[in-house]
């Protein structure tokens, strides 16, 4: 019985020794197996792997798909000009060399998610402080991509590879809201306002440059068109000198009657001594004597 006993009692040793030699891995995790003492540790792949029980050799699972840290709370940042946000962030992130993951956390790989948020905390924080509240505000997509390359060279000194870090919602402490939204109100009006009167100067600048240009083009214009009427009139000038040159009597009549067109409209009265000398070409084509009752008539008509 005692041998029966002692031969169940090896077995069932064989048995955990045994199992705990044997392990497998999936394709989710990737396995470091330690030595005990200053023996470098082994990184094994998706399978089945041997070990040497415990103590000899420690096995650790290590999860190496893109995991993502959500927490609940968020976290407060303090910026330049002394305004507190709270900020609620996402953080993907995966174990991209497992062994120095093991080796850079004292063979604790659990605190691998506690560091990455460690060090996004930090480089939030630094980001915030060198930005005024209106600027974090503005520029929020640039704020988390400089705290993520940040964070990326942190982690890769410890076997992680930073997917992606991006904040959700930026809000203020309930306290001070309403006081920064007035703010941010002010300095939106304010900037309104520049913006505005920056407007306005361009258009009354832009309002004289015309009224010059106009008045250059204006000036320009009326003295070319001078310049053109002295033309002419010098031009008639010399064609009325040269017909007066040939017949001067015809030149005479010719003007005398271009002066009677424009004196004269149809259906006017006038009351004119005929004898006077500018209807002398009414009582002759030759600016003769002539009948003064029908040189009368004629300027009735």
Known sequence: MNRIIALVVAVVIVLFIGSSMIFTVDERHAAVVASHGDGEPKLDGPGLHFKLPAPFQTLTLVDTRTLTIDEAGADRFATSDKNDVLVNTVIKYRVADP????????????????????????????????????????????????????????????????????MTRIDFPSVVADSVYKRMI??????????????????????????????????????????????????????AADAYGRDPQFYQFYQSLEAYKKTFKPGDVMVVDPSSDFFRFMRGPNGGSADVSSAAATAER
């Open 99 to 166: 062994l120095k993951l093991f080796e850079s956390n004292e063979k604790n790989t659990q605190t691998a998610q506690e560091r990455i948020v460690g060090l996004a905390r930090t480089s939030l924080a630094s980001a915030f402080a060198k930005r005024s509240l209106t600027d974090a505000l503005g520029s929020q997509q640039t704020l988390a991509s400089e705290a993520q390359k940040s964070v990326e060279d942190a982690a890769a000194a410890f076997g992680v590879q930073l997917v992606d870090l991006q």
């Open 186 to 239: 002010a300095a939106r009006q304010q900037a309104a306002a520049i913006e505005r009167a920056k407007g306005t100067a361009d258009a009354d600048k832009i309002k004289a440059d015309a009224q010059r240009e106009q008045q250059a083009i204006l000036a320009d214009a009326y003295s070319q068109a001078q310049s053109i009427k002295g033309e002419g009139d010098s031009k008639a000038a010399a064609i």
